[in-house]
């Protein structure tokens, strides 16, 4: 799912598969970055986060890669369930930049039963 | 635990037409960020604030106007409304560098459930 202009992309998977949502971020001084899963109507919601010190970080079921030489950042989820169908989005954060946390432009996952 | 809340959920506008979008967090948060989401997007940054007393522009300041007189809110103003400025409204509060620690509890931000307005 990458950025494809102003619309978001969308993903479809089948319930059970595995998931990767992309994300390429602006920022090479960004230090810090978080996933976040919107449902419809509702405000973001935390997913998981990491520090540009680390390459990899896993939660439950969950887990964000980060490359920093290409400024590129996934999230996999595993087993995708219905109730993952929703916007995900990445942010990142600079401290160099005064802590302006920003978004990236969103990618819609839709899980098939 | 109210976390972040924001007033009114929903608001119809006049073009021309002035209003205040409030949001108080109680999680003693230093950074606190407006953001807007139009249908089928991102949300893009309006102003933030990095303490009480401090503003910033974000991506997309023009027409906004906000204060932080109280470390717990901080407030979105539109002058004089307009039919672009329709949009779902999202403020959110973060620690950040508060603690050093690295976990969800220090650095991650909470949102607000949003305020749809409406300018006609």
């Known amino acids: 799912g990458e950025s494809v202009g102003l619309h978001l992309p969308t993903l479809s998977v089948q319930e059970g598969d595995n998931s990767i949502i992309n994300c390429a971020y602006s920022n090479s001084a960004s230090d810090y970055f978080i996933w976040y899963k919107q449902e419809s109507g509702k405000g973001p919601q935390f997913i998981i986060d990491?520090?540009?010190?680390?390459d990899k970080r896993q939660g439950q079921r969950v887990t964000v890669l980060l490359n920093k030489t290409v400024k590129h950042l996934s999230l996999q989820i595993a087993a995708t369930q219905p109730g993952d169908s929703a916007v995900y989005f990445c942010?990142?954060?600079?401290?160099?930049?005064?802590?302006?946390?920003?978004f990236g432009a969103g990618t819609i996952l839709r899980v098939k039963s | 635990n109210a976390g972040v809340t924001q007033t009114p959920k929903f608001r119809v506008l006049k073009t021309g037409q002035s209003m205040t979008l409030l949001c108080a967090q109680d999680m003693n948060h230093e950074y606190m960020y407006w953001y807007r989401q139009d249908p089928g997007m991102g949300l893009r940054l309006i102003h933030y604030?990095?303490?009480?007393?401090?503003?910033a522009k974000g991506e997309v300041p023009d027409g906004y106007n906000v204060s932080r007189l109280k470390k717990q809110n901080f407030l979105l103003g539109l002058e004089s409304a307009a039919p672009s400025q329709t949009s779902v409204y999202f403020c959110?509060?973060?620690?950040?560098?508060?603690?050093?620690?690295?976990?969800?509890?220090?650095?991650?931000?909470?949102f607000g459930q949003g305020t749809r307005l409406t300018v006609v």
């Open positions: 959110a509060s973060t620690a950040f560098d508060q603690k050093r620690v690295f976990g969800r509890e220090n650095t991650e931000a909470f």
């Open positions: 990491i520090r540009s010190n680390m």
């Open positions: 942010a990142e954060n600079s401290k160099e930049y005064g802590n302006k946390l920003v």
């Open positions: 604030s990095v303490g009480e007393g401090t503003t």
